[in-house]
């Protein structure tokens, strides 16, 4: 079965950087794109961008252009996730999802991101 | 604000129907998926593409699309129904994708 295995919570203070994994399994990790998704507490879902495995491109949401990167090593199934020049208000859960047919099939279980000094 | 736009909150009396709306230019285009999500939670995917249930979804959840507005629809609201719901899609570029705000529905 389909497996998304995100790292543990993290504390950062403003202005350092986080990165979060997501080990998949299940499935060939380079035929389907990545998705990262964040949720800050008590509000929606927000996209931030997609990595194609097998190739690395990515595509990032516009607001998050020049702080996010997305990576991958094929070699361990695992997806990446580094957010840089932390500010408090980045304290929300990041997931990460598989795109299969243009929607989001399978999620991680989330990775608690807090920003605080 | 998101280019997708969702009524923020809907009540069903059990076992009633309710649909849940998702407005947007995009949608004219593109499909939109839906997604549940329960409090401390994932979110779990219940409608893709035309009409599409991922393995292990109800039956009772169905989606439509008719101009800029999507649709799901839920035939015989169960307790365990009561959750957020998100539309997704594309935005009205194409080039990047977006969620609706969501909508939290209440089962009475």
């Known amino acids: 079965q389909v497996q998304l295995v995100q790292s543990g919570a993290e504390v950062k203070k403003p202005g350092a950087s986080v990165n979060v994994s997501c080990k998949a399994s299940?499935?060939?990790?380079?035929?389907?794109?990545m998705h990262w998704v964040r949720q800050a507490p008590g509000q929606g879902l927000e996209w931030m961008g997609w990595?194609?495995?097998?190739?690395?491109?990515?595509n990032y949401a516009q607001k998050f252009q020049g702080r996010v990167t997305m990576t991958r090593d094929t070699s361990i199934s695992t997806a990446y996730m580094e957010l840089s020049r932390l500010r408090s208000d980045d304290t929300a859960v990041y997931y990460c999802?598989?795109?299969?047919?243009?929607?989001?099939?399978?999620w991680g279980q989330g990775t608690l991101v807090t920003v605080s000094s | 604000s998101s280019e997708l736009t969702q009524d923020p909150a809907v009540s069903v009396a059990l076992g009633q129907t309710v649909r849940i709306t998702c407005q947007g230019d995009?949608?004219?285009?593109?499909?939109a998926s839906w997604y549940q999500q329960k409090p401390g939670q994932a979110p779990v995917l219940v409608i893709y593409g035309k009409n599409n249930r991922p393995s292990g979804i109800p039956d009772r959840f169905s989606g439509s699309s008719s101009g800029n507005t999507a649709s799901l629809t839920i035939t015989g609201a169960q307790a365990e129904d009561e959750a957020d719901y998100y539309c997704y899609s594309r935005d009205s570029s194409g080039n990047h994708v977006v969620f609706g705000g969501g909508t939290k529905l209440t089962v009475l």
């Open positions: 999802a598989r795109d299969v047919d243009t929607a989001m099939e399978n």
């Open positions: 990595i194609n495995p097998n190739s690395g491109g990515t």
């Open positions: 299940g499935y060939t990790f380079t035929g389907y794109y």
């Open positions: 995009s949608l004219r285009s593109y499909y």
